[in-house]
């Protein structure tokens, strides 16, 4: 029993661990995930600066050249040399103009330099481009000078080089500036620019990111590399504050989970037999709705524990712990007498509205729950008639043929079966064959999506069909969205229930809402009345008028 004990000691702290270090494998992805699509949008605008600041350079150049072309600005002459002088000082990005010959070498320069034999440019072809680039030898800041010419067609081009400050740049944010790579290309080959260190050569692709991007005017590439690393500088201070946070979590769990698996069974089981004792689980109220007339047709019953300070337990905290343990059975008793006593009156008044009443697979083990609800509603104000016992596919029937029978001595009572959750759970088709139920709820995941998604639409059309077929009721659950009501409609479902209409409720704000309904319901059929009276007097009025 000790090592048991301890086995159980060690489970619950694992899971306490795990518990608080899931949201930190949570947290740990996605800032990578944030910080790795930060670091691309960076490294995107890194490259389209230095495409921008590129095509300015050759578009002003080019449209300089252009203009000098169209002034008969073509020639070595002195008085050409003194207008290329001015247009060097007036264009700041621009370090000499001159003449190159048809196989890219200078006729002339200004400002005077020292003519060699050096190819600026590519030879001229025939059917070569007006514009032609090439790249200097000389450097500033990891950017070359660049050359850029216009054909003349006479086997002679004006030519411009353009500083390498133009094209010099470092933009970005810091803490990838110190890490990236940036290269801008001419031709996917004749490089104009690079700055930064590092080199992405030999590394696994994966720790690397990378952007490039085109230009659409020229044949420009800039490309942008930096380790997958580098990004996550950005969240290192976010991943502590969530390390810090997780550990906390950690403790506050592990501490929680100690105290539960230490604490001697009998004594949490001694306190959830004094909460049964002193009435502290209650019902709760769920209105099911006729959507087409907005009519209250019943409710479902549903548990909630109210711990002595007030505070509301939902039942998925407790439920299992009192069906495995055997306490549902004095569970479920309570809430029928509770709930028969409540609004048993409400119930005399409207022999139509119907009470469903959850019972788990442990109620169809006996006859038991047979007698109790004789017992509870033979004289009560709700009759057997009114009576819905729902029960769940979620959790598989033991023993079918006599579940069958326990079924059909409550239907012979007048008392009507529902399949709860249908389609998600073990009996599928197999209870709606076996059980004979009376109607079937559709589970909250297919409402959820019944607006969007063409599947669950198609599910809920074929449970209607095999509802009408069978000649059995159909309930929505989870109804939350004017859309999913009127989806319903078309697919022919005219009951359902759900927090568009109510959430769960006391007894007495239940009994309050049955009567608004019933009195806006009433309301509107006035209304109706009304305008149909006062249609019926304008047509009859309109023939009289036509037969004078």
């Given at each position: 029993m000790?090592?048991?004990?301890?086995?159980?000691?060690?489970?619950?702290?694992v899971?306490?661990?795990?518990?608080?270090?899931?949201?930190?494998?949570?947290?740990?992805?996605?800032?990578?995930?944030?910080?790795?699509?930060?670091?691309?949008?960076?490294?995107?605008?890194?490259?389209?600066?230095?495409?921008?600041?590129?095509?300015?350079?050759?578009?002003?150049?080019?449209?300089?050249?252009?203009?000098?072309?169209?002034?008969?600005?073509?020639?070595?002459?002195g008085?050409?040399?003194?207008?290329?002088?001015?247009?060097?000082?007036?264009?700041?990005?621009?370090?000499?103009i001159?003449?190159?010959?048809?196989?890219?070498?200078?006729?002339?320069?200004?400002?005077?330099?020292?003519?060699?034999?050096?190819?600026?440019?590519?030879?001229?072809?025939?059917?070569?481009?007006?514009?032609?680039?090439?790249?200097?030898?000389?450097?500033?800041?990891?950017?070359?000078?660049?050359?850029?010419?216009?054909?003349?067609?006479?086997?002679?081009?004006?030519?411009?080089?353009?500083?390498?400050?133009?094209?010099?740049?470092?933009?970005?944010?810091?803490?990838?500036?110190?890490?990236?790579?940036?290269?801008?290309?001419?031709?996917?080959?004749l490089l104009?620019?690079?700055?930064?260190?590092?080199?992405?050569?030999?590394n696994?692709?994966?720790?690397?990111l990378?952007?490039?991007?085109?230009?659409?005017?020229?044949?420009?590439?800039?490309?942008?590399?930096?380790?997958?690393?580098?990004?996550?500088?950005?969240?290192?201070d976010?991943?502590?504050?969530a390390?810090?946070?997780?550990?906390g979590?950690?403790?506050?769990?592990?501490?929680i989970?100690v105290?539960?698996?230490?604490?001697?069974?009998?004594?949490?089981?001694?306190?959830?037999?004094?909460?049964?004792?002193?009435?502290?689980?209650?019902?709760?109220?769920?209105?099911?709705?006729?959507?087409?007339?907005?009519?209250?047709?019943?409710?479902?019953?549903?548990?909630?524990?109210?711990?002595?300070?007030?505070?509301i337990?939902?039942?998925?905290?407790?439920?299992?712990?009192?069906?495995?343990?055997?306490?549902?059975?004095d569970?479920?008793?309570?809430?029928?007498?509770?709930?028969?006593?409540?609004?048993?009156?409400?119930?005399?008044?409207?022999?139509?509205f119907?009470?469903?009443?959850n019972?788990?697979a442990?109620?169809?083990?006996?006859?038991e729950i047979?007698?109790?609800?004789?017992?509870?509603?033979e004289?009560?104000?709700?009759?057997?008639?009114?009576?819905?016992?729902?029960v769940?596919?979620?959790?598989?029937?033991?023993?079918?043929?006599?579940?069958?029978?326990?079924m059909?001595?409550?239907?012979?009572?007048?008392?009507?079966?529902?399949?709860?959750?249908?389609?998600?759970?073990?009996?599928?088709?197999?209870?709606?064959?076996?059980?004979?139920?009376d109607i079937?709820?559709?589970?909250?995941?297919f409402?959820?999506?019944?607006?969007?998604?063409?599947?669950?639409?198609?599910?809920?059309?074929?449970?209607?069909?095999?509802?009408?077929?069978?000649?059995m009721?159909?309930i929505?659950?989870?109804?939350?969205e004017?859309?999913?009501?009127?989806?319903?409609?078309e697919?022919?479902?005219?009951?359902?229930?759900?927090?568009?209409?109510?959430?769960?409720?006391?007894?007495?704000?239940?009994?309050?809402?049955?009567a608004?309904?019933?009195?806006e319901?009433?309301?509107?059929?006035?209304?109706?009345?009304?305008?149909?009276?006062?249609?019926?007097?304008?047509?009859?009025?309109?023939?009289?008028?036509?037969?004078?």
């Amino acid at each position: 029993m000790l090592s048991l004990q301890y086995f159980g000691f060690a489970r619950t702290v694992v899971i306490a661990l795990l518990l608080a270090m899931a949201p930190l494998f949570v947290a740990n992805f996605t800032l990578n995930q944030f910080a790795e699509r930060r670091a691309l949008t960076e490294m995107q605008s890194m490259g389209e600066v230095a495409i921008h600041r590129a095509e300015e350079a050759v578009s002003a150049t080019v449209s300089l050249l252009q203009r000098l072309d169209r002034d008969d600005v073509q020639t070595c002459s002195g008085s050409d040399r003194a207008i290329f002088e001015e247009l060097i000082i007036d264009f700041g990005m621009i370090d000499a103009i001159g003449l190159a010959d048809a196989t890219g070498r200078r006729m002339c320069i200004t400002p005077d330099r020292e003519l060699s034999d050096t190819v600026i440019l590519p030879p001229l072809r025939s059917d070569g481009p007006l514009v032609g680039i090439g790249m200097l030898e000389r450097k500033f800041l990891g950017a070359r000078a660049a050359v850029i010419s216009w054909d003349l067609k006479d086997q002679t081009r004006l030519f411009a080089e353009v500083t390498p400050a133009v094209i010099a740049m470092d933009p970005g944010p810091d803490y990838l500036r110190s890490y990236r790579r940036t290269e801008l290309r001419l031709g996917g080959d004749l490089l104009w620019y690079d700055v930064g260190g590092y080199n992405s050569e030999g590394n696994n692709p994966e720790d690397i990111l990378t952007v490039e991007v085109g230009s659409a005017l020229y044949p420009l590439v800039a490309t942008v590399n930096a380790p997958l690393s580098a990004a996550k500088h950005v969240v290192n201070d976010l991943k502590v504050i969530a390390a810090a946070a997780s550990v906390g979590m950690a403790i506050v769990f592990v501490a929680i989970g100690v105290w539960l698996s230490w604490r001697p069974e009998n004594e949490a089981n001694d306190e959830f037999v004094a909460a049964i004792r002193n009435g502290e689980f209650i019902p709760y109220y769920q209105p099911v709705m006729d959507i087409e007339s907005k009519r209250v047709r019943g409710c479902e019953v549903l548990m909630r524990w109210r711990r002595p300070n007030g505070m509301i337990v939902s039942p998925g905290q407790f439920m299992a712990y009192a069906e495995n343990n055997g306490h549902i059975f004095d569970m479920t008793r309570h809430m029928m007498r509770v709930a028969s006593e409540e609004i048993g009156p409400l119930y005399g008044e409207n022999p139509d509205f119907k009470l469903s009443i959850n019972l788990f697979a442990g109620h169809f083990l006996d006859r038991e729950i047979v007698s109790d609800i004789k017992a509870i509603f033979e004289r009560s104000e709700i009759s057997y008639q009114q009576i819905v016992v729902e029960v769940t596919e979620r959790h598989p029937l033991e023993d079918m043929d006599l579940a069958r029978k326990i079924m059909a001595e409550l239907q012979a009572m007048g008392v009507r079966v529902a399949l709860d959750d249908v389609g998600t759970g073990h009996g599928g088709m197999a209870y709606l064959q076996k059980l004979g139920v009376d109607i079937i709820k559709i589970d909250k995941m297919f409402i959820d999506s019944i607006s969007s998604d063409d599947s669950s639409t198609t599910i809920v059309d074929s449970m209607v069909e095999l509802a009408d077929n069978l000649g059995m009721g159909i309930i929505a659950e989870g109804v939350e969205e004017e859309e999913q009501i009127e989806r319903l409609l078309e697919l022919g479902v005219t009951a359902a229930q759900g927090y568009y209409f109510a959430a769960p409720m006391a007894a007495n704000d239940f009994i309050e809402y049955a009567a608004t309904m019933e009195e806006e319901a009433q309301e509107r059929a006035r209304l109706a009345a009304e305008a149909a009276a006062a249609e019926q007097a304008a047509t009859e009025s309109a023939m009289a008028g036509a037969a004078a």
